[in-house]
Nanobody
Framework: QVRLVESGGGLVQPGASLRLSCAASGLTFSIYDMGWFRQAPGKEREFVGA????????YYEDSVKGRFTISRDNAKNTVYLQMNGLKFEDTAVYYCAAGGSNLRNEVFHWGRGTQVTVSS
């Protein structure tokens, strides 16, 4: 059974940093591109960014470029989302995803999400 378990969410002030983790099990982690999506209240789920199976390539939605960084550790079956300079509009449930090379449109497995709230 495939499991993607996110952790690291919380309540932070604007400008703060958080690092989300996603621990994967039940799949051959290294053959999947991995990434993150988010869903804010009343909005559709949106793509945040992704990392290739080898970790050499990353790409991000424009709204998070320069602030968010995705990395992975294939030995630990874990993908990370480092979020710096958090803004109110980053408040959302963040979901980990495993999929193909076009992860934005090719998700095979989802995590259950972790809440990130940016508030003063």
């Amino acid at each position: 059974q495939v499991r993607l378990v996110e952790s690291g969410g919380g309540l932070v002030q604007p400008g703060a940093s958080l690092r989300l983790s996603c621990a994967a099990s039940g799949l051959t982690f290294s053959i999947y591109d991995m990434g993150w999506f988010r869903q804010a209240p009343g909005k559709e789920r949106e793509f945040v960014g992704a990392i290739s199976r080898s970790g050499t390539t990353t790409y991000y939605e424009d709204s998070v470029k320069g602030r968010f960084t995705i990395s992975r550790d294939n030995a630990k079956n874990t993908v990370y989302l480092q979020m710096n300079g958090l803004k109110f509009e980053d408040t959302a449930v963040y979901y980990c995803a495993a999929g193909g090379s076009n992860l934005r449109n090719e998700v095979f497995h989802w995590g259950r999400g972790t809440q990130v709230t940016v508030s003063s």
